[in-house]
């Protein structure tokens, strides 16, 4: 019976309390590339201080290899934390983990969700580059990768979109996770007696 609801619905879960879960994912295997150039400027910076002579040309030589080693460790592990992003939506909150370790990590309370959009195409170039974005005409955004986004906004008027699969099965079942905001009564418009 579960395999059946499965196939309905292949993001969402059953919790041990009975109340379900959606959880998505989104992956970007070209940073692979970009994790090996930064492995590469980190091998290179480590041969230059074990090869070399420390003979002539100290200071150059020193700033190559602290260059070298501080660029491969900010590459390789930049581009680790954005390999992947999961997406977990359970009864109270969206909570969005980066890369293997869930760092960067933002969890969203759904009281200050106001409602929840598809987007079909998020682009790294929309938001300047992959990774954890901001810009101020947009919002704040987690791009792994090109393709279709859940766009969240806020009850400050902010927007939070995130790049995962089946984002149109997200915004479903956010939607039904919100609670509606109470109308405004309507205003009398006879005379009051």
Known sequence: MRENAAD???GRRTSAHGSEIWTGRARNRVQWLLALGGFACLALGIELAVVSSWA?????LAMSVVG???AGLLILFG???FLHVAVKVDKDHLE???GHVG???RKI???HVVDADFAPSVTP???GGWGYRWRPEIGTAVVVRRGEGLVLILGDGRRFTVTVDDAESAVRHIRTRLTPKPKPKPKPTGPIL
Do not use: D, E, S
């Open 68 to 70: 070298l080693i501080a």
């Open 8 to 10: 309905k619905h292949p």
């Open 103 to 105: 760092l960067p990590r």
């Open 109 to 111: 309370p759904l009281a």
């Open 79 to 81: 581009t680790l934390a």
């Open 125 to 127: 170039r929309q938001w």
């Open 96 to 98: 969005v983990r980066c």
């Open 56 to 60: 002539t040309g100290i200071a150059a």
